[in-house]
């Protein structure tokens, strides 16, 4: 593993021209009396990664858990406005909210892989959803799966045994491979590498930067080094509003916003 | 002085000595301008342990020893050959003894001023049975001056104790108190006596267990030399006639198989109806009911687990049999047209069914928590993959919630065995061998109660049984926790 990050290898510069994945437009989210998001408007285009900062409590991951409705499972959370995926309104009462979950995977902070073996956590998706024809087939995706997500190699001998017994960057990545198993469109990654250290965090930020060739990534982190290394756009949420959302060189270099200036510098120092 | 006073005495010293200690241990600081190593509260404390531990301790081992002392006392001097004389065992002679004693010190002072030791028995008598205290005919004059003494020993002990104790309370809070200085540990040192304290609860919880264990195993031992091990356990009739007092001979027989089958039927019948629905409404509670609902639901739910069992019972006894009763004559009235009832009022499943549902709070409040202390992290994950709520229930929080499962359901099924007055209103006392649910069994615990109701001397089968059931039913619950812990500690290997 490249420790220097000086070879790594950054994906292509912003294109426009690039389609929007998906589009929110004006989601302010209340839990209970009190407003949490005020109006975003933001959009996500297909197969970059968009990376969301900010400082605590400012609406991230609030905002990452409507694009796919994890809201719903919290009872005081009541979020309003409209979220297009691929241009259909993902809050239409007719909508199947386990279906767009399967489109719109999800990573947590904290890796939670489910107290089974490795095989059945990758192959619980698929599983429940109904993807593999039959057991050849399923095998074939966890074994897809776990490669991608650059942890086969380390597990390969050892898949009956529980996901909780392996590291903490190897958990997390085996929880990447089990979003990826269902075969979404979208991964929203909360704070993915805040439990991992370092070697751990640069073998995710990698494997970050492969699977946005096929996937559309939206990121919080706290690391401003993280955001600037592995996304192409970047969304400064600041006290429940939008900041500033730019290309991430730009952000970094010349933001246009006080706000982002004052948090980005006073990340750097 | 009464032994409540005493303790009161002691606590009061004990309360003054830590106050004073309180006061030092702040003066200390002001004094020597340097921070004490203890803050004053422990300097309190640790006088109070001074004060309180040794005295009360004392005080204990002084009234178990003093009686015993006594008796021993009084034995040795009962005269040779008199009480074989006079008919009567050792024990008996000093129960009367005993009790002459008693009758002394129920007389106003000027009478119990006229009996002396050369009294006569016969005048002293009836005085006593004038303030309420009947004495055995079998009491002869030699007993007198020993009732006496033993009265005086006892007020002389008495008062050493008072004495003693107040002693050791005051001297053990002065000593403490003169260690108080800012390098005394006393934090430390009263970490240790709680420490202390800690075990010494444990091992009376355990103490006691065991106890009660020997005490079992001794009795049923009684009973296993006067009927055979193999034919309790294996004998499939539960008939233990009481003989008439003296006649002897027969004992009965005492067949476990009837009462063991009912019992595991009866509480089968019970976790039937109690885990799914209990089972059930945990989930709902814990996965599927709102803020709202859950806070009123669950309230209701576990006053059932208030209401005593006695209650269940009478509903089973006035309500549910008869309705199974009946319904049941009308299902082979409308199949046979003949209305003859094939459940009857008192049955295996009229028993089963009320207890189970006496059963679903505990079910559902026990599994409720464990569902709940489930990471939510894991609901999360399986949620955010597009699973369902039932199938994140089903496939992910069931299978982390399992041993706790599995134990909460152990514990249930231990109440369910140990359950009495819902069996004998519900199915009956007969002990019946059948696999009909729709007839009257019963359980290990509805025959203990019957067998040691009633007047009986604990030298009969008829009462020592009462101690291998017991020992019976100890033995199954020990199993079901044992098989409990086994699962979770397999399980627990497997997953963590
Ligand atoms: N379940 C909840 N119930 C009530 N309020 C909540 C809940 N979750 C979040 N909030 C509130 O909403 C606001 C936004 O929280 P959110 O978790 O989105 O912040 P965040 O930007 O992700 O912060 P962090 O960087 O610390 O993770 C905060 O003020 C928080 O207190
Ligand atoms: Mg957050």
């Not at chain 2, 050369?118 to 002869?140: C, K, N, W």
């Not at chain 2, 003169?178 to 444990?202: H, M, P, Q």
């Not at chain 2, 009986?456 to 039913?473: D, K, R």
């Amino acid at each position: 593993m490249d420790m220097s990050r000086a070879t790594f290898e950054k994906g292509p510069a912003v294109s426009q021209d690039k389609t929007i994945k998906m589009a929110s437009k004006d989601v302010t989210v209340h839990y209970g009396q009190k407003q949490a998001l005020n109006g975003i408007s933001l959009d996500i285009k297909e197969r970059q990664v968009t990376a969301l900062i900010g400082p605590s409590g400012c609406g991230k991951s609030t905002y990452l858990r409507c694009l796919n409705r994890m809201n719903d499972t919290i009872d005081t959370a009541k979020v309003d406005g409209k979220i297009l995926l691929d241009g259909e309104n993902i809050y239409d009462p007719d909508l199947d909210v386990v279906e767009l979950r399967a489109r719109v995977g999800m990573v947590f902070q904290k890796p939670n892989p489910f107290p089974k073996s490795i095989w059945e956590n990758v192959a619980y998706g698929p599983k429940i959803h109904g993807l593999a024809k039959n057991k050849d087939q399923l095998e074939e995706i966890v074994h897809t799966s776990l490669k991608r997500a650059g942890l086969y190699k380390e597990v390969k001998d050892r898949l009956d045994e529980p996901g909780t017994g392996l590291s903490g960057g190897q958990q997390q990545r085996l929880c990447i491979a089990r979003a990826i198993a269902v075969s979404p469109e979208v991964i929203l990654m909360d704070e993915p590498c805040s439990a991992l250290d370092p070697i751990a965090t640069a073998t995710v930020e990698e494997l970050i930067d492969e699977l946005k060739q096929n996937f559309t990534i939206v990121i919080v982190t706290h690391s401003m080094q993280q955001a600037a290394r592995v996304s192409q756009v970047t969304a400064m949420f600041h006290l429940g509003d939008l900041a500033e959302v730019g290309a991430t060189e730009k952000m970094f270099s010349n933001p246009d916003d006080k706000r982002t200036q004052d948090y980005i510098t006073g990340r750097f120092g | 002085m009464s032994t409540s006073i005493i303790i009161l005495i002691v606590l009061l010293v004990g309360a003054v000595g830590g106050y004073a200690a309180y006061q030092r241990g702040r003066q200390l600081r002001i004094e020597r301008g340097m921070r004490p190593h203890s803050r004053p509260i422990y300097h309190a404390s640790y006088v109070l342990s001074w004060a309180w531990v040794p005295s009360l301790l004392l005080l204990g081992t002084w009234l178990i020893a003093s009686p015993i002392l006594n008796e021993i006392q009084i034995r040795n001097a009962f005269p040779e050959d008199a009480v074989a004389e006079a008919g009567l065992t050792d024990d008996l002679a000093y129960g009367i003894v005993e009790s002459i004693g008693v009758g002394l010190r129920s007389l106003p002072e000027d009478e119990r001023d006229q009996i002396d030791e050369d009294t006569p028995i016969e005048d002293a008598l009836p005085l006593f049975r004038q303030y309420g205290v009947a004495i055995a005919s079998a009491s002869q004059d030699w007993m007198l001056p020993l009732a006496i003494e033993s009265n005086i020993w006892s007020t002389v002990s008495r008062w050493a104790m008072t004495i003693v104790v107040v002693l050791f309370a005051a001297g053990g809070a002065f000593y403490g108190y003169r260690n108080i200085r800012t390098r005394l540990r006393a934090r430390n040192k009263v970490e240790k006596v709680v420490n202390v304290t800690l075990i010494v609860a444990s091992s009376i919880a355990i103490m006691t267990t065991v106890g009660i264990v020997f005490s079992m195993l001794f009795e049923s031992a009684d009973f296993f030399s006067r009927v055979s091990a193999w034919e309790f356990f294996f004998g499939t009739t539960w008939e233990p006639r009481f003989s008439a007092a003296g006649s002897g001979g027969e004992t009965g027989q005492f067949g476990l198989i009837p009462l063991l089958a009912g019992t595991l039927y009866i509480g089968a019948v019970a976790m039937a109806v109690a885990v799914p629905i209990g089972l059930f409404a945990a989930i709902y509670m814990a996965e599927y009911a709102d803020n709202r609902t859950r806070s009123v639901a669950k309230p209701l739910l576990e006053v059932l687990a208030g209401i005593p069992t006695i209650v269940y019972g009478f509903f089973a006894l006035v309500t549910v049999g008869p309705f199974f009763r009946d319904l049941s004559a009308q299902i082979s009235g409308l199949l046979t047209g003949n209305y003859s009832a094939f459940i009857q009022a008192q049955s295996v499943l009229t028993a089963g069914c009320v207890m189970g549902i006496m059963l679903i709070p505990f079910v559902s409040s026990l599994s409720d928590d464990i569902i709940t202390s489930v990471p939510r992290s894991l609901r999360d994950g399986s949620l955010g993959l597009g699973a369902t709520r039932s199938e994140t229930v089903k496939r992910v929080i069931l299978p982390a919630a399992l041993p706790g499962i599995v134990s909460a359901l152990l514990l249930t099924a231990s109440r369910a065995i140990g359950e009495t007055m819902i069996v004998v209103l519900a199915a009956g006392v007969a002990a019946n061998l059948t696999i009909n649910p729709f007839e009257a069994m019963t359980t290990i615990t509805v025959k203990i109660v019957q067998q040691l109701t009633g007047d009986l001397e604990f030298t009969s089968p008829q009462t020592l049984v009462a101690f291998a059931l017991g020992i019976t039913l100890f033995v199954i619950t020990l199993c079901l926790n044992v098989y409990a812990l086994y699962i979770v500690r397999k399980y627990k290997e497997q997953y963590e």
